[in-house]
């Protein structure tokens, strides 16, 4: 099978969507071919059989060429491919759609966001299906959702000890000592990440008597955000923390599992949808996660989500949550820890993930058409060993007389056209194959197990032998 990929950015290096290309690599591995077709490229592909073409935004280039070159990626590859993989941006869906059609490709959509906006609802109508991380992260209510957890590289991010947590980074000191608590922050420097809030809500407990340093992970990604970055370091140097602040910059995907190792506890400060996947990271690395996006409250082990999630804004409810895990010193149980790794490990990991993609993007859809008798032993057999062997079989057939059964049969296929990848037409001659080649675009089977004669002859026996009809 060949694959196309559509995406934003192909870069080992980056901070955010650095850590897809461990996805691409994943499914190179499975595949007879990968095509990449991205925004921006910064990188180049390890797979052999990996191909990463460019829309030119690395050059600089301005929105029609943009234009330009996802159009010339995307008739360059299409008639290479068997299906066409989205990579978050709806808007890349409904810029392929028509060339998919002409071509017959089907396209699938990943998507993780806060947003249910026009052209998210245009690109469901036009994909396949839409793959997600959980329910909250796609908030549209369609049959084409399939919910697969999400893709944490679970071998790159591990519990790097179970003991000794809490102490300085890569040293042992005596439990009794007051040891320094180190918060991440990890994000791009935007205000909705909050990281201001988050200064407030550390710069609080600082001056409560609390020995905490809080590190801030993320870069500038746009211009007009240098402002916005300038702004914090003047908060942290305002309310006299600002040696307890380490604003640390951008961090490759492959480099963040030492910010973990280093950390206690990891502040995500987000609206309520997506499944943010550094909570995820910091999870699997048995690092204390406090978030305000309250999809988690079903990620988190019971017992313990209404400790770990805080009201969105509300800095009073942070400072609560934070204070009862350093409290209770929640990192260093051992216990949680594991618990918290055993959700990604089992729930939302890289390596269930990618077989989940593939057994849905290789599923084939049969719709069985015509005018058939259902209890008749030939398109029983058919139909039930093809579900037996995975295939999904719709059936579309009716058998009112005359030339009703043709505008009934029009109508319900109607419904169906989208939902199928071949139609079987259920007996080769009749003339019901001509009528099933106009109505449907999609690759038509004969069922021609049996023949006409030996159907109407000797099984059903309708016709009888030697006559004109025979």
Request: charged residues 25%.
């Amino acid at each position: 099978m060949k694959l196309l990929i559509i995406t934003q950015k192909y870069d080992i290096n980056d901070s955010n969507l650095g850590a897809f290309i461990d996805w691409w690599d994943k499914l190179a591995e499975k595949m007879e071919k990968v095509y990449v077709l991205a925004l921006e490229k910064r990188s180049e592909p390890t797979k052999s059989n990996m191909e990463v073409l460019s829309m030119g935004k690395e050059n600089g280039t301005g929105f029609f060429r943009k234009i330009f070159g996802f159009y010339y990626g995307l008739l360059k590859t299409i008639g290479k491919v068997d299906v066409i993989l989205v990579h978050m941006i709806p808007k890349y869906v409904i810029l392929s759609f028509p060339i998919a059609v002409i071509f017959r490709k089907p396209i699938y959509l990943w998507y993780t966001g806060v947003s249910a906006n026009r052209d998210l609802r245009f690109a469901v109508y036009f994909c396949r299906k839409i793959f997600t991380a959980h329910e909250a992260a796609m908030r549209i209510d369609t049959s084409k959702r399939i919910i697969t957890g999400h893709g944490i590289d679970t071998n790159l991010f591990q519990i790097s000890n179970l003991s000794d947590k809490v102490e300085s980074p890569r040293q042992s000191r005596d439990k009794s000592q007051i040891s320094t608590v180190t918060i991440l922050s990890v994000g791009r420097i935007t205000p909705s990440k909050q990281p201001d809030f988050i200064i407030r809500a550390i710069a609080d407990l600082i001056k409560s008597g609390y020995d905490l340093k809080l590190k801030i992970v993320g870069g500038v990604i746009q211009k007009y955000h240098q402002e916005y970055f300038e702004y914090l370091k003047r908060l942290a140097k305002d309310l006299k923390i600002n040696e307890k602040v380490e604003f640390v910059g951008p961090v490759s995907h492959v480099e963040m599992p030492k910010y973990f190792e280093d950390a206690n506890i990891l502040i995500n400060a987000v609206s309520f949808g997506g499944l943010d996947k550094v909570v995820l990271e910091a999870m699997a690395s048995g690092v204390i996660p406090l978030t305000s996006n309250s999809a988690f409250l079903t990620v988190f082990p019971e017992g313990i989500s209404q400790d770990l999630v805080f009201k969105l804004g509300d800095i009073n409810d942070l400072r609560i949550k934070l204070k009862n895990v350093i409290g209770k010193k929640l990192y260093q149980d051992d216990g949680l820890r594991q618990n918290l790794r055993d959700v990604v490990v089992q729930k939302h990991n890289l390596d269930d993930l990618i077989p989940k993609l593939l057994r849905n993007m290789l599923s084939i859809k049969v719709l069985y058409f015509g005018n058939y008798d259902s209890g008749f032993a030939l398109h029983r057999v058919l139909i039930e060993g093809l579900r037996q062997n995975g295939v999904t079989v719709l059936e579309c057939r009716d058998n009112s007389p005359g030339l009703k059964k043709f505008v009934k049969l029009f109508f319900k296929h109607w419904k169906l056209r989208n939902d199928y990848d071949v139609m079987i037409v259920a007996f080769l001659g009749q003339i019901i194959m001509p009528f099933a080649k106009i109505i449907t675009r999609k690759p038509i089977i004969f069922s021609a197990t049996v023949s006409l004669y030996d159907a109407n002859v000797r099984d059903r026996k309708i016709t009888k032998s030697g006559t004109l009809g025979a």
